[in-house]
């Protein structure tokens, strides 16, 4: 079957503009997560989603981050009035949850963002 | 007491040598610790992870040991092979949420022909 999916996989935007990235996470799966990837980074947690609990937010870098999951499978994450320093890459991984168990996370192949 | 510390940056191994990986953690909370592999353009995949009740897992050619008191875990890798060049993440969590995951800041391994 189809692995994670993550689009645009490259977007370049100005400063101050807002983006929307996507993630169609495997079928099946019940946990969604999102992280940042920065240039010669280690992965940064930024939200949790897991069926139709509250998300866990904890990671968001601030409040112009937001992200919803729509029907327990596609998630949006977006980034409003973009800063240069939002410039990396935003990886969605899924996996089948059992409790806070969350098993093997599948990682999708990121969108990177550039912000001029 | 959040972070993982990860060691070497970048390690350049022989073909057939022994690569090894070191990371280091605050968090006693910690109980779950996997390695991830990521290829350049790729999202990462676990590789092999280890819970803290035993000290070390072997799973094929990677190997994972794990020191509690010291808390400290390492990777080694091997026969390693030039197709094992790639990005090592160590990372770790807790059984609260194990795929909310602390990541090192990841080894760079270059494996020569």
């Known amino acids: 079957g189809a692995g994670v999916s993550q689009s645009p996989s490259n977007k370049v935007t100005e400063k101050g503009k807002d983006v929307e990235l996507r993630c169609d996470p495997i079928?099946?799966?019940?946990?969604l997560y999102w992280y940042r990837q920065s240039l010669g980074q280690g992965l940064e947690f930024l939200i949790y989603f897991q069926g139709n609990s509250a998300p866990d937010k904890s990671g968001l870098p601030s409040d112009r981050f937001s992200a919803e999951r729509t029907g327990g499978s596609v998630s949006t994450l977006t980034i409003q009035r973009t800063q240069q320093e939002d410039s990396a890459v935003y990886l969605c991984?899924?996996?089948?949850?059992?409790?806070?168990?969350?098993?093997?996370?599948?990682f999708g192949e990121g969108s990177r963002l550039t912000v001029l | 007491q959040q972070q993982v510390k990860q060691s070497p940056q970048s390690l350049i191994v022989q073909k057939g040598g022994i690569s090894i990986i070191n990371c280091a953690y605050e968090?006693?909370?910690?109980?779950?610790f996997p390695w991830y592999q990521q290829f350049p353009g790729k999202g990462p995949a676990l590789l092999i992870a280890i819970r803290p009740d035993v000290s070390e897992k072997k799973e094929g050619r990677f190997t994972i040991s794990f020191n509690k008191s010291a808390k400290q875990f390492s990777l080694h890798i091997m026969d390693s092979q030039p197709g094992d060049s790639a990005t090592y993440f160590c990372?770790?969590?807790?059984?609260?949420?194990?795929?909310?995951?602390?990541f090192g800041q990841g080894t760079t391994l270059q494996v020569k022909p």
């Open positions: 079928s099946g799966h019940t946990a």
């Open positions: 968090n006693t909370a910690f109980d779950y």
């Open positions: 991984a899924s996996s089948l949850a059992r409790g806070p168990y969350t098993g093997e996370l599948f």
């Open positions: 990372a770790a969590s807790n059984s609260g949420n194990t795929g909310k995951l602390i």
